[in-house]
C-alpha cells in the first residue's frame, strides 16, 4: 500500500511530500486496532514542532507524515481520530495500526468529509475556549477571522454555550457571509462583525462600544503583527499585539497561536493592570505529551459532539470537495504554504 510522507529540506528549503509505499507488521500491537481509512484532512505540518519533539519518527531522511487527521472504520463503524506525532503511519495508507485510545465513534448525522475537514480545527477551538480560557455563559468572545475554518468553530461553540460574539473580517465577501449567519431566523449568530480590510483602525471603539466600555472576557487570535508596519498584505490583515491587549476586559484572557510572540514591558504592564492572562494554542499538546491523555480522551467525543450539535454546519465558509488520493501531494503542497486552509482526500 501506498502513504503520503514528507521529505524535509535542507536549510530553509521547503519540504518535499512523496507517495510511498508502507507495509503493515505481522503483529498488532498491544491496544492497538487495525483499522480502513475512508476519508484523511490534511494540514501545514510544522516541522519545528517535529525538530522539537522527543516522539518524532524519522526513518530514511523522512519525516513521516503524521499530521493528519482521519475518519477510519472499525469494524463497520466510522471513528474519527488524530494519528500522534510518533506514529509510523501515514493518514494517507489504506490501512493503518493506531491506538483504540486515539479513536472516538463518529455520531451518524455528521458525514465522514465533514468530520476530517472539521476535526482539527474542532479540537484547536474547544482548547483555546474550554482549557485555556475557561468560557462560561454571558461572557463576550472577540474572535479574530471569524469566516476562516478555526474562526468559524469558534463561533459555533461559543454561541452553542451562551457567549455573546464579535468578529473581524478579512474582505467584504467574508464579511457579508458572518453577517448572514443565523441558527434561525430571527437571531444572527454574530453580534458585530468588524471589517479590517479596509486598512482602518476602528477594532478598539467598536468593541468598547459593544461591550459597554469594559472590553471582552475572550480574544482568540490566528496570529498577530509584532510590528506596525509590515510589508505584507495578508499581515497588515492581522491585529497588533497592543490592540488585542487593549480590547481585553480586566481578568480577560488572550489565546494565541503566534508561536514567536514578544511582549514589552509596556503589553506586560497592560495585562497586569488588568490582571489579564495570555495562553498558547498548540494542539500537538494533546498527543504529544502523555501526561495530558487523560484530558485529551475526555476532550476529543465532547468535542466531536459539539460540533453536530452547533447552530451551522461545520463544512462552512469553504466547503470543498474531497480530492482522490493521487492528487493529494499536490493538496498537501498548497496546503503546507498556507495557500489553502484545509483539504481532504477521500479513499
Keep these: 500500500?501506498?502513504?503520503?510522507?514528507?521529505?524535509?529540506?535542507?536549510?530553509?528549503?521547503?519540504?518535499?511530500?512523496?507517495?510511498?509505499?508502507?507495509?503493515?507488521?505481522?503483529?498488532?500491537?498491544?491496544?492497538?486496532?487495525?483499522?480502513?481509512?475512508?476519508?484523511?484532512?490534511?494540514?501545514?505540518?510544522?516541522?519545528?514542532?517535529?525538530?522539537?519533539?522527543?516522539?518524532?519518527?524519522v526513518h530514511d531522511s523522512a519525516v513521516y507524515m503524521t499530521k493528519q487527521y482521519d475518519v477510519m472504520?472499525?469494524?463497520?463503524?466510522?471513528?474519527?481520530?488524530?494519528?500522534?506525532?510518533?506514529?509510523?503511519?501515514?493518514?494517507?495508507?489504506?490501512?493503518?495500526?493506531?491506538d483504540e485510545h486515539?479513536?472516538?465513534?463518529?455520531?451518524?448525522?455528521?458525514?465522514?468529509?465533514?468530520?476530517?475537514?472539521?476535526?482539527?480545527d474542532g479540537l484547536c477551538a474547544y482548547t483555546a475556549l474550554h482549557t485555556h480560557a475557561r468560557m462560561a455563559a454571558g461572557h463576550t468572545l472577540l474572535v479574530m477571522d471569524g469566516a476562516s475554518p478555526f474562526g468559524l468553530m469558534c463561533i459555533q461553540l461559543a454561541c452553542y454555550h451562551g457567549v455573546k460574539v464579535l468578529t473581524t473580517s478579512h474582505s467584504p465577501q467574508k464579511h457579508t457571509f458572518l453577517q448572514q449567519l443565523r441558527p434561525n431566523v430571527q437571531d444572527p449568530l454574530v453580534a458585530r462583525v468588524i471589517p479590517v480590510d479596509n486598512g482602518s483602525s476602528d477594532l478598539l471603539p467598536v468593541v468598547m462600544e459593544e461591550t459597554g466600555g469594559l472590553g471582552v472576557d475572550i480574544v482568540i487570535d490566528s496570529g498577530v503583527r509584532l510590528q506596525e508596519e509590515e510589508e505584507s498584505e495578508e499581515a497588515k490583515l492581522l491585529p497588533h499585539k497592543h490592540d488585542i491587549i487593549s480590547v481585553l476586559?480586566?481578568?480577560?484572557?488572550?489565546?494565541?497561536?503566534?508561536?514567536?510572540?514578544?511582549?514589552?514591558?509596556?503589553?506586560?504592564?497592560?495585562?497586569?493592570?488588568?490582571?489579564?492572562?495570555?495562553?498558547?494554542?498548540?494542539?500537538?499538546?494533546?498527543?504529544?505529551?502523555?501526561?495530558?491523555?487523560?484530558?485529551?480522551?475526555?476532550?476529543?467525543p465532547n468535542q466531536i459532539q459539539s460540533v453536530c450539535l452547533a447552530p451551522i454546519c461545520p463544512s462552512r465558509p469553504e466547503p470543498e470537495e474531497a480530492v482522490p488520493r493521487y492528487e493529494a501531494t499536490v493538496a498537501m503542497e498548497t496546503v503546507q504554504l498556507h495557500q489553502k486552509k484545509k483539504a481532504v482526500v477521500q479513499l
Design 1 to 57: 500500500m501506498k502513504g503520503l510522507y514528507c521529505r524535509a529540506g535542507l536549510s530553509d528549503a521547503e519540504p518535499k511530500f512523496v507517495i510511498q509505499e508502507a507495509s503493515l507488521p505481522d503483529v498488532i500491537g498491544t491496544h492497538q486496532v487495525r483499522i480502513q481509512v475512508k476519508a484523511c484532512g490534511l494540514s501545514p505540518l510544522d516541522l519545528k514542532v517535529l525538530e522539537s519533539s522527543q516522539n518524532v519518527y
Design 73 to 98: 472504520s472499525y469494524p463497520r463503524l466510522p471513528f474519527p481520530g488524530i494519528l500522534p506525532l510518533d506514529s509510523p503511519f501515514s493518514g494517507l495508507c489504506d490501512v493503518i495500526d493506531v
Design 102 to 120: 486515539y479513536l472516538v465513534q463518529k455520531p451518524e448525522k455528521l458525514s465522514s468529509v465533514c468530520a476530517v475537514g472539521a476535526l482539527r
Design 249 to 300: 476586559g480586566v481578568g480577560g484572557h488572550w489565546v494565541t497561536s503566534h508561536q514567536d510572540l514578544q511582549l514589552d514591558p509596556p503589553d506586560c504592564r497592560l495585562l497586569f493592570l488588568k490582571s489579564a492572562s495570555v495562553s498558547f494554542l498548540n494542539p500537538e499538546v494533546w498527543t504529544a505529551s502523555s501526561a495530558q491523555q487523560g484530558r485529551y480522551l475526555r476532550i476529543l
